[in-house]
């Protein structure tokens, strides 16, 4: 599969070559929906927690005799009625995370990046770097290519590129290693150099 090379100044710079492996795979919905599902569960905290009358501190005697205070019966402060009681049914620390192994889960990308291409989405760059973290000058790049809400996938971490666009909340940056189903389908486009495709193309044929 070919897909056409664009310079930083967004003239054609000719066609590269795509492994069919990753970028012409079958479209999966249901391998994709598990994926993300997956992804976002792991980033769930899952750490609440409420005491039950059990754990809350406290004497444990009887606040008040049983009859004759003309107030209603009471056998513990610790109870879900009363102020500073314990939680009826108190919540604990749970794990949210879902199984996923590691050969569906780079079936999913493969799946995401061959839908990319067949609509367009995918965007191969030769290079795209900054001599200083300026927004003024990404911004200046971008919108030389058209782009708004886009995805730039670099070789490594570009901290020049990561610090000038992370004051744009449509703009992210990620290395090639550390790419996610959820930034690749969220954003309109994905700008990929020509080093972080080979990357991806090592890590999922």
């Not at 192994?101 to 990319?116: G, T």
Request: aromatic share 4%.
């Amino acid at each position: 599969m070919e897909l056409n090379l664009i310079s930083e100044q967004t003239n054609t710079a000719g066609t590269i070559n795509l492994s069919d492996t990753v970028f012409a795979a079958d479209f999966n919905e249901t391998l994709i929906h598990q994926a993300i599902t997956a992804y976002l569960a792991g980033g769930r905290a899952g750490t609440r927690a409420q005491k039950s009358r059990a754990q809350v501190k406290g004497s444990g005697s009887k606040p008040w005799r049983q009859k004759g205070t003309g107030r209603a019966r009471a056998g513990t402060i610790k109870s879900p009625l009363w102020r500073s009681g314990g939680v009826t049914f108190a919540a604990k620390p749970q794990d949210y995370t879902q199984k996923l192994n590691k050969k569906m889960y780079r079936s999913a990308l493969r799946s995401i990046l061959s839908e990319l291409v067949r609509s367009a989405r995918l965007l191969v760059v030769e290079q795209l770097s900054l001599e200083k973290p300026k927004t003024k000058t990404l911004l200046a790049q971008l919108k030389a290519l058209e782009l708004n809400n886009v995805l730039i996938l670099t070789e490594e971490q570009d901290k020049n590129l990561y610090l000038a666009a992370r004051n744009l909340h449509q703009v992210n940056v990620s290395d090639a290693m550390a790419v996610d189903p959820v930034n690749l389908i969220k954003h309109e486009k994905v700008l990929i150099t020509v080093p972080a495709l080979k990357k991806i193309e090592e890590r999922l044929a």
